[in-house]
């Protein structure tokens, strides 16, 4: 038997004639408008075609839903009903009303028994927030912008956050621009020819959107992003931070971030990147910085995704990804925690260390020279590079810790390789010495060690030279992890006072000097005991 065929009108409201569709649109009043244009004098009935698959709301906005007031005419829209259509399950809901807004929303709260906030009063926006069994959900209530739901929807980003529900009529959508047609056909459409002028910020965006959902960008939405490159120059510092954020954290940033270097946007973005195409590297790297910078980012996905807790073992896609969970996959929950962890709320750690991948070789514009072989070196490079980036994340209002990290990781990216020229693996001392530098973020750095030795080689990587970069970070991981308080950092066994008091010292930097060989020496498995510690203290106390 064959398959019922798709109805063309899915999605869509169509108006009838005597039981024939004569005219369909994204709305009632479309469909009847266009009926009526063909056969005015004729009874029109408006019916709406569900969608191939149904639109299953989930529990939460089944509760919310009997709560509001059926006579306000309020809406779903945006982004959490194209994820609905999409058959992912959202937590945050965005709703419009005619204004007042703020009222429904604090008498919904109160009926939910959830938390409220005003948003902005002058925009008549506010917020619920509903948490039941350790999950939160966001709801946010705002006055339509424009005369009516038409014209709100109208001054959107992008047709398929241009969709709507009535709260009363589930499952029936008001799609006036073709949103759901064009996230059928997996494209990303803006929603009119003034959309990044209205919003340049929305160029990020729309790559990023194209990103996370597989969509391609319409030619004259792209034409019109092109446009609206120098106008990015505009935009607040924080809102650009944000939503580069949201792009490295969205899936396949290197592609995102070619993306915007093919539309001239990384001049006004991350102007510190410009240079890095078609600039040459020594011999044994196969590609330019740019590329390189690219291939890094695209490895460190690797990396964190096959490190990931969700990730199964049985989808290790190449030998590089395979010898990666051997070796390091015992140590998956605490790198996932880690790399989950938010300096500020909102931006994770994981998003960080994208940013510094793409920073990370910044400073070999600047500090390249000849060797006596006659091939390039980049002696000072990393501290150059983290000099660049954090002046960058320092415009773009990043936190202090956030700089921090990111500073460190550029800074130290070379001591992993480091530790594998030294051959063998590194002893107690040298881990104690490499955490001494890197602090917790040494986990930030190894990770972005083997992303880096991927970046370097691409497809054709050495088996050798992974494994022994591997060996090393395997070595590290485990100090850090099972050996926290024995290698990395050890126990005190005396403070000054205990030193001056024993040695008849005065207060100085000797003091801490010798406090510091006795931590070395303890991270060594050299001193045990505090008559161990004064005793080393004492050998010292002349040498210092």
């Not at 494209?187 to 391609?216: E, H, Q, S, V, Y």
């Not at 051959?423 to 955490?435: Q, T, V």
């Not at 485990?478 to 290698?487: G, Q």
Request: hydrophobic residues 40%; glycine residues 8%; neutral net charge.
């Amino acid at each position: 038997m064959n398959p019922t065929p798709p109805n063309p009108y899915a999605g869509r409201w169509v108006a009838k004639i005597d039981g024939q569709v004569v005219s369909q649109g994204g709305t009632p009043e479309q469909a009847r408008r266009a009926a009526h244009a063909a056969r005015r004098k004729e009874k029109v009935t408006v019916e709406f075609i569900p969608p191939s698959s149904p639109l299953v709301l989930p529990p939460v906005l089944e509760r919310v839903r009997a709560k509001l007031p059926a006579e306000r005419g309020i809406y779903l829209v945006g982004g959490a009903l194209r994820d609905l259509l999409l058959g992912r399950q959202p937590t945050d809901f965005d709703f419009v009303l005619a204004s007042p807004a703020i009222p429904v929303a604090r008498k919904l709260a109160n009926q939910l028994d959830a938390d409220f906030y005003v948003l902005d009063e002058e925009r008549d926006t506010a917020r619920v927030l509903l948490t039941e069994d350790g999950q939160q959900t966001v709801l946010d209530f705002a006055a339509l912008r424009g005369e009516d739901l038409a014209a709100d929807l109208a001054a959107r980003d992008f047709t398929i956050n241009a969709i709507a529900m009535d709260m009363q009529q589930p499952g029936a959508l008001l799609d006036p621009l073709a949103g759901g047609q064009d996230l059928s056909a997996r494209r990303l459409k803006a929603c009119g020819p003034n959309a990044f002028n209205d919003d340049p910020l929305r160029l990020l965006r729309a790559i990023r959107m194209a990103a996370t959902f597989g969509l391609k960008i319409e030619d004259g939405t792209r034409t019109a992003m092109r446009t609206a490159v120098p106008a990015l120059e505009t935009v607040s510092a924080e809102r650009v931070r944000d939503e580069l954020i949201r792009l490295l954290s969205a899936p396949k940033p290197a592609n995102s971030l070619r993306a915007l270097q093919i539309l001239g946007a990384l001049a006004p973005v991350l102007p510190e990147l410009l240079p890095l195409k078609g600039f040459e590297q020594n011999r044994t790297h196969r590609y330019d910085v740019w590329e390189h910078t690219l291939k890094v980012m695209q490895g460190l996905g690797a990396v964190t995704d096959v490190l990931g807790e969700e990730y199964s073992e049985e989808g290790a896609g190449n030998l590089a990804d395979g010898l990666v969970v051997l070796r390091l996959g015992r140590y998956r929950q605490h790198i996932s925690a880690y790399l989950a962890r938010e300096a500020v709320p909102g931006r994770p750690l994981r998003a960080l260390l994208t940013l510094a991948a793409l920073y990370h070789d910044t400073g070999k514009s600047e500090t390249r020279q000849k060797n006596e072989q006659g091939d390039w070196s980049f002696s000072g490079h990393a501290a150059r590079s983290a000099e660049l980036l954090a002046s960058r994340a320092d415009t773009l209002h990043f936190s202090r810790a956030e700089i921090d990290f990111l500073r460190t990781v550029v800074t130290q990216h070379g001591r992993p390789t480091e530790l594998v020229r030294a051959g063998g693996l590194p002893d107690r001392r040298a881990i104690y010495h490499f955490f001494q530098a890197t602090g917790e973020h040494g986990i930030a750095v190894c990770l972005h060690s083997l992303a880096d030795l991927m970046g370097k080689y691409g497809p054709e990587l050495p088996r050798d030279e992974l494994e022994a970069r591997l060996d090393v970070i395997r070595t590290l991981l485990e100090a850090y992890f099972e050996r926290y308080k024995e290698v990395v950092a050890p126990p005190i066994l005396l403070d000054g006072g205990d030193l001056m008091q024993a040695l008849k010292l005065n207060p100085g930097p000797k003091v801490g000097q010798l406090l510091a060989a006795i931590r070395e020496a303890q991270a060594a498995g050299e001193v045990g005991t505090r008559e161990e510690a004064l005793a080393l203290a004492r050998e010292l106390k002349g040498q210092i």
